[in-house]
């Protein structure tokens, strides 16, 4: 009798044991749970807080001032080197002179869809001076082929940096999944070295401040998802620099901005909101700020 009292006292001991393990699990289930739930809150409210932003009620209107920073620009250098016999030549583009040497772009057309910028919408391009040949190091655009397209392709600058040693000497269209990707072509002056940077958009050369200094200017006028924007490029401190984008700088996304343009001096901003509202106002650059001066 005893045993068998002691057998149903643990048969009764395991079940209670067995039901507070289930318990423990159900209640780390609704902790695991509800910290999922929280979590998933807390980053959804962060979301709507971050589009809040594109709120009518909170942007009433443009800053009045941007604060514009830059960071360096890699520029990387041209190599000489000669077309190979699967390159056909199609095109050859004067680029003007320096010190009476003549510059010229010669495009080709690779005959072997095998190799390297073989692709139908894709070319070669070679910078020919003072005898010798330097091949762009990126597949160039079959625009630079067509008339009635050259011109959206290739750009003659010829601008001197504050240095003077540093010449921005034209913009030729890169092959891409669209327009406007421009590799620039630079001369430095005192290394005798050809070197380049990549941009989307095209350039602008415009006294921006009134100071009778020309700066440089690449105008994006925007693609696919991403609206349109200006960076402003300068030499400085031995450095060269290019500001981060007008619209990063006002702290809003590239999606809400309908335009940015440079025109006489002022940058024309608009922003679209919700409900087909829009904002604009008018900007000064001074001292490397974008200075409110009209709203429209």
Request: net charge negative; glycine share 6%; charged share 30%.
């Amino acid at each position: 009798m005893n045993n068998f009292l002691k057998i149903i006292f643990s048969i009764v001991v395991l079940m209670f044991i067995a039901s507070c393990g289930n318990q423990t699990e159900d209640d780390q289930f609704e902790t695991s749970k509800k910290d999922n739930t929280e979590e998933h809150s807390g980053v959804g409210k962060k979301v709507n807080k971050e589009y809040s932003n594109l709120d009518d009620d909170i942007i009433k209107e443009l800053p009045n001032k941007v604060e514009l920073s830059y960071e360096s620009v890699e520029l990387s250098k041209l190599n000489k080197n000669e077309p190979t016999d699967s390159m056909e030549l199609v095109s050859s583009i004067s680029l003007g002179d320096i010190e009476n040497k003549k510059i010229s772009l010669n495009v080709y057309k690779e005959t072997n869809e095998n190799n390297q910028c073989g692709e139908s919408h894709e070319t070669l391009s070679f910078l020919e001076f003072n005898g010798d040949e330097y091949q762009i190091n990126e597949c160039t655009s079959k625009s630079l082929l067509a008339d009635d397209h050259k011109e959206d392709a290739i750009y003659l600058i010829n601008h001197k940096f504050n240095s003077n040693q540093k010449l921005l000497l034209s913009g030729i269209e890169l092959s891409a999944n669209g327009p406007g990707r421009m590799l620039y072509l630079m001369y430095d002056m005192d290394s005798n070295e050809w070197l380049t940077f990549e941009d989307w958009g095209f350039p602008l050369l415009e006294d921006i401040d009134e100071s009778n200094n020309i700066t440089f200017l690449n105008q994006f006028p925007g693609l696919h998802f991403e609206g349109p924007d200006v960076n402003i490029y300068r030499w400085h401190h031995g450095k060269f620099e290019r500001s981060i984008k007008i619209s990063k700088a006002m702290g809003l996304s590239s999606k809400l901005i309908s335009a940015i343009r440079l025109e006489q001096n002022v940058f024309n901003v608009l922003v679209q909101l919700e409900d087909e509202k829009q904002l604009s106002a008018e900007y000064k650059y001074e001292e490397g700020k974008l200075v409110k001066v009209n709203n429209k």
